[in-house]
């Protein structure tokens, strides 16, 4: 008899099995999908700027592309310090939080870090624009380098902040939503506008001022993405209740079962212990 109820004791519980099978399905489905957004973002924003950079040599020349890439080189030198690692914490930090749903500590981190970066990046963009009229000419010889100054330094400032909250999306496992903002909308943004202010005959300063505004209507849709990812008073444990519901009926789980495990009055004479969850 013993034996027997050993044997029955460890048979794995169907419903169980069936939900942990869900669950994985779920998840492959998850990263199928985020990896072929992914993939196809990469692949749009490689091809869209391949053909791009051809129409800019075109209209703007190399003169104007020589100091594009003259103001870029600045600003990847200061990149090497304006970013003091949180991006790549972001990821981190944000996927650890999210696991122990210490909420507390990862709103925390997100203000600090957002804060850190953004002041700092303001600090060293204004020592950009201080500086660049001595480096304009001391170093590189082109003084109109410095009109654009400004550009450059709203250049640095909003790529750390996309950096850091693009990182973020990735811990929130958004990865396809970040994909979709960064190389679809963004991309577009930047080259439709470029376009438009290039045929208005404002040249290198149209194309500068299309990545600006491009780079902030990225920031504000990863900020707005990352704001509705993060907890609010919605997430209470009464929502726990429907999504553990909603989990048991992609399981195929019997309405009995579903009933008891969920507290609910079961009109019916019980007979046995009733149903249970085996933790494996």
């Not at 380098?145 to 496992?173: D, E, H, K, P």
């Not at 943004?189 to 491009?214: C, D, K, P």
């Amino acid at each position: 008899m013993s034996t027997a109820a050993q044997i029955i004791a460890e048979t794995p519980n169907p419903a169980v099995v069936s939900a942990d099978n869900a669950e994985f399905r779920r998840r492959v489905k998850s990263i199928s999908r985020q990896s072929t957004v992914f993939f196809a973002g990469t692949l749009f924003t490689a091809l869209s700027g391949y053909f791009f950079k051809i129409y800019l040599a075109r209209t703007l020349g190399a003169e104007a592309l020589g100091l594009y890439a003259l103001g870029m080189s600045i600003v990847g030198m200061i990149s090497l310090f304006n970013a003091v690692g949180l991006p790549t914490a972001g990821a981190r930090f944000v996927a650890e939080y999210s696991s122990q749903r210490d909420y507390a500590r990862l709103g925390k981190f997100l203000r600090g870090a957002v804060s850190l970066l953004g002041f700092g990046n303001l600090v060293l963009g204004a020592v950009l624009l201080l500086a660049m009229p001595s480096i304009a000419v001391r170093f590189y010889h082109t003084p109109i380098l410095t009109s654009y100054s400004w550009s450059f330094a709203a250049i640095m400032l909003l790529g750390v902040l996309n950096a850091f909250l693009g990182q973020c999306m990735a811990g929130f496992r958004a990865v396809a939503r970040r994909t979709i903002i960064t190389h679809f909308t963004g991309t577009s943004v930047t080259i439709l506008l470029a376009v438009v202010l290039i045929r208005m005959q404002f040249g290198l300063g149209g194309y500068l001022v299309a990545q600006v505004a491009s780079a902030a209507l990225v920031l504000s849709c990863l900020a707005y993405s990352v704001w509705k990812l993060l907890p609010t008073p919605k997430h209470t444990i009464y929502s726990l209740r429907h999504s553990f519901k909603d989990r048991l009926k992609e399981a195929e789980a019997p309405e009995e079962m579903i009933d008891e495990l969920m507290g609910h009055k079961i009109d019916k004479p019980k007979y046995g212990d009733g149903y249970g969850l085996r933790l494996n």
